[in-house]
């Protein structure tokens, strides 16, 4: 099977989908001193794989990312690594290498990310020959660092500020790049070189199809091994159109965060790209008018080596994992699931429901793993509804904490999506206490001071838990149980592994409680919610909670 390297470097109509959540995304969250956790980063990175996104940048490869980075890249053993360093700035290219030298598995040949600040406002107003003269020493290094190791170059040029540079700079820095590399690469490593070429809306200026223009100036340097990038910001709310409009104009490579996280107002939304190239392939299209509706003899459809079906799962990864919810109605992956509301349009659908012919309803969430048949958020649902819908989302409760939780939402009432009726009505702890309690006396696993018991009797003491440098505490708790119940039970790569993990702290101090959470899978899925005043016995009460929610308990009869 070709990879996707193989795939896009002989397929001019292959569309490349480069996803920065890891470095753009993390650069944009949105309070000083937010910082995303380990186990979130390798979660993203691990979803995104599966999703078989073409790149995957992991972030910076100097020291002060290398936590980050150093934990995701062992997962990403079909996507390329991208490792992000500045043309100026040796070091960081050097490291960035050595990252990827390191560390990249399966043969993933890894790439450097190398930024080029080009317009003014990010130049600072740089004379452009010395901006000229920075990229040409950066490029240079990159290319010794290939020969000195014997593979093909494989180099992002960021240029940065692009939809503010003078046109004429960004055609002579490609030229350039072009025939360095060409007169510092051994000739047996040219044939297989990947070079690309981002064009950048660095701070979202672009409006009314610039990028476009820029790429249509560009596209007669590229060839089967040169191609051009964009990579658009969203603060006039412009980074889909102008992407897209770049794509037509002959880019074949997207950059962009899956729900559109990032700096400021964000990058483009990875999701609403790909659902509208996929869209653009009449094949994708089962009803006959919207198909007619969607045509565009001026479109030529590209492929793409991503998992649709898996964009709904890894977008609402990337959202937990950056502290927030999938929107409601994000296009193409919202939990709305492409229903209409309510009024005319809806009552129009359910009349056209019988045929199958969608009156008003263009895009089909199926395609992109929305699950289906969701429960209605209402205040009227009670205690019943809640466990159904609770249930949907992989969350067991006992009745009379659904019934608490119904009379809480009913006071309040109004639209929200499960995912914000979870955080605001579930995810809090006088909540998790009473689910704790409630649920006491049908658990299995249970935690009494510093014990972890399974059925009464000792699993694992927590203060004297002493973790080796590769250990983790759920690693090592999985392993116990693995051990006492003879099943396969592994926090990595077996079907039993912690899924979802975040932890927060309210706002009053070392006293303050922290709420973890966290969803196990063995073959089926359970999320569990834990509270304490210890970040790390909350992860355990989470832990516990999942486990003890599973129904592998009711078959072993354990």
Known sequence: MPTAKEIYQKDPDYLRIFSTDLRDGRQGLSKEGDKMSREDAVLMARSLNDFRADIVEVGFGGPTDSEIVQAVIPHLTHSTVGVFARDGVTEELEQAFDVIQELVVNENRGRICMLTKTGQRVSSGLPEQVIVDRMTAGTKRVAQLFNETGRPIDLYTYFEGASEAPPELLHALMQESKRIIHAEMKPELL??????????????????????????????????????????????????????????????????????????????????????????????????????????????????????????????????????????????????????????????????????????????????????????????????????????????????????????????????????????????????????????????????????????????????????????????LCAKLTEVTGMEVDVDDSTFRAQAYRTSESDHGADADVISEMEVVNGERRRGFGVDKKNSRANVRAFLAAVNSLSFWKEKKI
């Open 191 to 476: 044939a297989d070189a990947d070079l690309t070429y981002g064009i950048c809306d660095t701070n979202g200026s672009a409006r009314r199809g610039k990028l476009a223009r820029i790429t249509r100036l560009l596209m007669p340097e590229t060839n089967e091994n040169v191609r051009l990038a964009v990579h658009a910001h969203n603060d006039f709310g412009l980074a889909l159109s102008e992407s897209l409009a770049a794509i037509d104009a002959g880019a074949r490579q997207v950059d962009g965060c899956m729900g559109g996280e990032g700096e400021r107002y964000g990058n483009v939304n990875l999701s609403a790209v790909i659902g509208n190239v996929y869209y653009d392939d009449p094949s994708h299209v089962e009803h006959d008018r919207v198909r007619a509706a969607l045509a565009d003899p001026e479109v030529t459809p590209l492929r793409m080596g991503v998992d649709v079906s898996r964009m709904y799962e890894v977008s609402h990864v990337v959202a937990q994992a950056f502290g927030e919810d999938l929107p409601f109605k994000a296009p193409f992956v919202g939990p709305v699931g492409g229903k209409s509301g309510a009024g005319m349009h809806n009552a129009e659908e359910m009349r056209a429901g019988g045929s199958g012919d969608f009156a008003f309803k263009t895009v089909d969430p199926r395609h992109f793993g929305v699950p289906e048949g969701s429960t209605a958020m209402h205040e009227m649902m009670g205690g019943a509804g809640v466990r159904k819908l609770l249930e949907e989302h992989h969350i067991i409760v006992p009745r009379s904490v659904a019934r608490r939780i119904a009379a809480s939402y009913s006071e309040v009432g109004g639209q929200m999506s499960p995912g914000q009726f979870i955080e605001r009505f579930v995810r809090k702890p006088d909540i998790i206490r009473h689910i704790e309690a409630e649920s006491a006396s049908q658990a299995h696993l249970k935690l009494s001071d510093s014990r972890v018991e399974l059925n009464g009797k000792l699993l694992l003491d927590l203060d004297e838990v002493r973790l080796g440098e590769d250990e983790t505490l759920m690693g090592l």
